[in-house]
């Protein structure tokens, strides 16, 4: 692993179900994020974690749910999918929320709900 | 509210230079960062401007006027793999990032 490591790549989830996304970084990074990506809008914040064993919520919460239980793992999930929960997700990690360095992004989940 | 804008898009030339512009009015203001995203692709990050003035990165420049709530990204001797989006974020007074929607730039032979 280098960076940060996100699965699965796509999915396509029947509404009412539920999943979880994995992200995982192998930099140490205190500071982790997940946006969704929708076109034409810019990346939405939808909860973050400063440190290990925090958690926040973003712009856009409703629906999701988060967890740090270490500094490597932050995973993602959807109780019971929607159709508007389609998007694409990214998980970002910086070594800290005040980084000049900026966020490392994971490649991508790609989700459709149908 | 929070707001950041930009060009939707924007078509430029291989060789030439081209400005991104990005002006954003957010509650409080720690740093501006350009990313670039090629379709299909995770964000990259470009640079990060937190006092006034350009900060150069071979052939890419980013421009801060905190005052005017200004940036602008300069992309020269284009090459046709700068094809991409660029985004333009904003960290607020909370430490949070707020993006721009981005500008898809698309580079012409």
Redesign the interface.
């Given at each position: 692993i280098a960076g940060i490591t996100q699965a699965p790549t796509s999915q396509i989830l029947a509404a009412g179900r539920r999943m979880t996304l994995r992200c995982t970084q192998d930099m140490r990074h205190n500071a982790m994020y997940w946006y969704r990506q929708d076109l034409?809008?810019?990346?939405?914040?939808i909860h973050?974690s400063n440190t290990a064993g925090t958690t926040g919520k973003?712009e856009v919460p409703d629906g999701y749910s988060v967890s740090r239980a270490n500094t490597d793992d932050f995973p993602l999930t959807l109780a019971s999918a929607v159709p508007s929960q389609t998007s694409v997700y990214?998980c970002a990690s910086s070594d800290s929320?005040?980084s000049?360095?900026?966020?490392?992004?994971?490649?991508?989940t790609r989700l459709t709900v149908v | 509210g929070q707001n950041?804008d930009q060009p939707t898009e924007m078509t430029a030339t291989e060789g030439a230079i081209v400005q991104i512009n990005c002006t954003y009015q957010t509650s409080g203001f720690?740093?501006l960062?350009w990313?670039q995203q090629h379709a299909g692709?995770?964000?990259?990050?470009l640079s990060?401007n937190?006092l006034d003035g350009l900060e150069e990165k071979g052939r890419f420049s980013s421009f801060l006027s905190r005052s005017k709530g200004y940036s602008y990204l300069l992309l020269k001797e284009l090459q046709m793999k700068d094809s991409a989006s660029y985004?333009c974020?904003v960290?607020d007074d909370n430490?949070?990032?707020?993006?721009?929607?981005?500008t898809k730039l698309i580079i012409k032979p």
């Open positions: 034409g809008l810019g990346l939405r914040l973050y973003g990214f929320a005040g000049s360095y900026g966020y490392t992004f994971g490649s991508g | 950041i720690n740093g960062f990313y692709e995770a964000p990259t990050f990060y937190v985004l974020a960290r430490y949070q990032l707020i993006w721009g929607a981005g």
